[in-house]
């Protein structure tokens, strides 16, 4: 399974974003996906958790983030989600999307997969 994120950019504090990542099978079918999560990393540092979902579970956030990100997503259509709103420069970095869950192929067996993205750019200047 793919996962191809887009909706970042270059922009001023106090700006809002939205970030999409899009699942797609490259010889199978998605079956489901149980966990989708927002990563970040900023130059120089570790790459943090910002947003995870799962089904079991109401939405978790980083502390940093809390009512400033909002994560959701689009089952039916395999994409997730990330509205940032009151950006600040603290928020640069590139964001990863991860997901998790369940694809088949020809003989229906349920074959599991945990895929990262590629990663956007998000830049906030002050």
């Known amino acids: 399974v793919q996962l191809a994120e887009s909706g970042g950019g270059l922009v001023q504090a106090g700006e809002s974003l939205r970030l999409f990542c899009v699942a797609s099978?490259?010889?199978?079918?998605?079956?489901?996906?149980?966990?989708m999560a927002w990563y970040r990393q900023a130059s120089g540092k570790q790459r943090e958790l910002v947003a995870s979902?799962?089904?079991?579970?109401?939405?978790q956030y980083a502390d940093s983030v809390k009512g400033r990100f909002s994560s959701s997503r689009d089952n039916a259509k395999k994409t997730g989600y990330l509205k940032m709103d009151s950006l600040k420069p603290e928020d640069t970095g590139v964001y990863y999307c991860?997901?998790?869950?369940?694809?088949?192929?020809?003989?229906?067996?349920?074959?599991?997969?945990?895929?990262w993205g590629r990663g956007t750019q998000v830049t906030v200047s002050s």
């Open positions: 979902m799962t089904d079991s579970r109401p939405t």
């Open positions: 991860n997901a998790a869950g369940n694809e088949t192929y020809t003989m229906g067996d349920l074959i599991p997969f945990d895929s």
């Open positions: 099978a490259t010889s199978g079918t998605i079956v489901n996906i149980n966990t």
